[in-house]
T-cell receptor, first 114, second 109 residues
Framework: DGGITQSPKYLFRKEGQNVTLSCEQN?????MYWYRQDPGQGLRLIYY???????QKGDIAEGYSVSREKKESFPLTVTSAQKNPTAFYLC?????????????FGAGTRLSVL | QKEVEQNSGPLSVPEGAIASLNCTYS??????FFWYRQYSGKSPELIMF????GDKEDGRFTAQLNKASQYVSLLIRDSQPSDSATYLC?????????FGPGTRLSVLP
């Protein structure tokens, strides 16, 4: 089945620790996105990438880092500089051709601080 | 700063009624407009999108766009308890999407 796979589903971070959230897609999509969602709020853009080896900061990039070494993979690292990381993290990609307006989402990773 | 605003609700309607959800956006350069449904603890799922002024219908859902007023709405006819969720409005600017905070809808049996 084609889709976007995020792992883990739940993640706990200790103070001062970096953690990495995985996002893999087998849809052959070029553009991929990371969003953060806090309770009762909409999605805020952290980073996006339109092509391999290139990515751009979104509105709330501070304390986060990404890489795009392969088309299928767009991992997000939450660094120790992010002082309030507790949130629901969503990875997405945009379709191509007839589906070029459709943004597909993974199931999300819920990050909490120990 | 591109902004998308929605009434956070909750909006409560009885089963079988029409639910009306509204969204306004700040930037006239917006080209495409999206409605997503998000159940608690789940990721958003696309209901429909619209990019031309007027109405677009898909089953029980109708999206309405008025670019002059910078306003987009979603009507849900014959509302069902399974429609109870948060509805997110999103506006596309080039390759980026800006999301509103969402409106929580509760359909009462």
């Amino acid at each position: 089945d084609g889709g976007i796979t995020q792992s883990p589903k739940y993640l706990f971070r200790k103070e001062g620790q970096n953690v990495t959230l995985s996002c893999e897609q087998n849809l052959n999509h070029d553009a991929m996105y990371w969003y953060r969602q806090d309770p009762g709020q909409g999605l805020r853009l952290i980073y996006y990438s339109q092509i391999v080896n290139d990515f751009q900061k979104g509105d709330i990039a501070e304390g986060y880092s990404v890489s795009r070494e392969k088309k299928e993979s767009f991992p997000l690292t939450v660094t120790s500089a992010q002082k309030n990381p507790t949130a629901f993290y969503l990875c997405a990609s945009i379709g191509t051709g007839l589906a070029k307006n459709i943004q597909y989402f993974g199931a999300g990773t819920r990050l909490s601080v120990l | 700063q591109k902004e998308v605003e929605q009434n956070s609700g909750p909006l409560s309607v009885p089963e079988g009624a029409i639910a009306s959800l509204n969204c306004t956006y700040s930037d006239r350069g917006s080209q495409s407009f999206f409605w997503y449904r998000q159940y608690s603890g789940k990721s958003p799922e696309l209901i429909m999108f619209i990019y031309s002024n007027g109405d677009k219908e898909d089953g029980r859902f109708t999206a309405q766009l008025n670019k002059a007023s910078q306003y987009v709405s979603l009507l849900i006819r014959d509302s069902q308890p399974s429609d109870s969720a948060t509805y997110l409005c999103a506006v596309r600017y080039g390759q980026n999407f800006v999301f509103g905070p969402g409106t929580r809808l509760s359909v009462l049996p």
